[in-house]
């Protein structure tokens, strides 16, 4: 595709329920990141990959959040037990190689109820 | 955890005016990063500087980077309604694993 897609764009769930956000990534992209951004503030790292593997995942703020690149293109960010203070837009991107610009999706804004 | 601080948090100006934000930063970088963001959507970047610039140039864009300060600036020239968005600042913090570390950003309102 022309850039990175996240769907859904928007996710309203209830306390306690399981979700899962997709990315996909320019075709190509090896490195893959996920980022979560609270109103007003700029994004935060969660999980960044290079290929099929989480090369850093030490944002993820606890062990509720958890994602996979199985074949190394698209990632599904996976949120176990949501709580309201999960509510942000969590936004992926991806980039040829390390160190190189990233290029943003639009997000996908979690509602947790 | 936020790594840049833009200054200011936000500006307000006219249409043809220039806009200048600035980006102050704690660690060691490679490069530093500028990137745009308008409502509801995902960040664009802008520009790119290494550590071993000082200046560099892209349009109506002009970045410069102080490593002794740890500080760098943005500015926009004869500005556009089009450019009303926000504007952050990323490094890397030295890592050359490819995360980066994004400020709170400058919020930039132009009047047409």
């Known amino acids: 595709g022309a850039g990175v897609s996240q769907t859904p764009s928007n996710k309203v769930t209830e306390k306690g329920k399981y979700v899962e956000l997709r990315c996909d990534p320019i075709?190509?992209?090896?490195?893959l990141y996920w980022y979560r951004q609270s109103l007003g503030q700029g994004p935060e790292f969660l999980i960044y990959?290079?290929?099929?593997?989480?090369?850093?995942d030490s944002g993820l703020p606890n062990d509720r959040f958890f994602a996979v690149r199985p074949e190394g293109s698209v990632s599904t960010l996976k949120i176990q037990r949501t709580e309201r203070g999960d509510s942000a837009v969590y936004l992926c991107?991806?980039?040829?190689?390390?160190?190189?610009?990233?290029?943003f999706g639009n997000g996908t804004r979690l509602t947790v109820t | 955890s936020q790594q840049g601080e833009e200054d200011p948090q936000a500006l307000s100006i006219q249409e043809g005016e220039n806009a200048t934000m600035n980006c102050s930063y704690k660690?060691?970088?490679?490069?530093l990063q500028w990137y745009r963001q308008n409502s509801g959507r995902g960040l664009v970047h802008l520009i790119l500087?290494?550590?071993?610039?000082r200046e560099k140039h892209s349009g109506r864009l002009r970045v410069t980077l102080d490593t002794s300060k740890k500080s760098s600036s943005l500015l926009i020239t004869a500005s556009r309604a089009a450019d009303t968005a926000s504007y952050f600042c990323?490094?890397?913090?030295?890592?050359?694993?490819?995360?980066?570390?994004f400020g709170r950003g400058t919020q930039l309102t132009v009047w047409p």
């Open positions: 990323a490094t890397d913090r030295g890592s050359t694993l490819g995360r980066l570390y």
């Open positions: 500087i290494r550590s071993n610039e």
């Open positions: 660690t060691s970088i490679n490069n």
């Open positions: 991107a991806s980039s040829p190689e390390e160190n190189s610009p990233l290029h």
């Open positions: 075709s190509g992209h090896t490195a």
């Open positions: 990959f290079q290929g099929t593997g989480a090369a850093d």
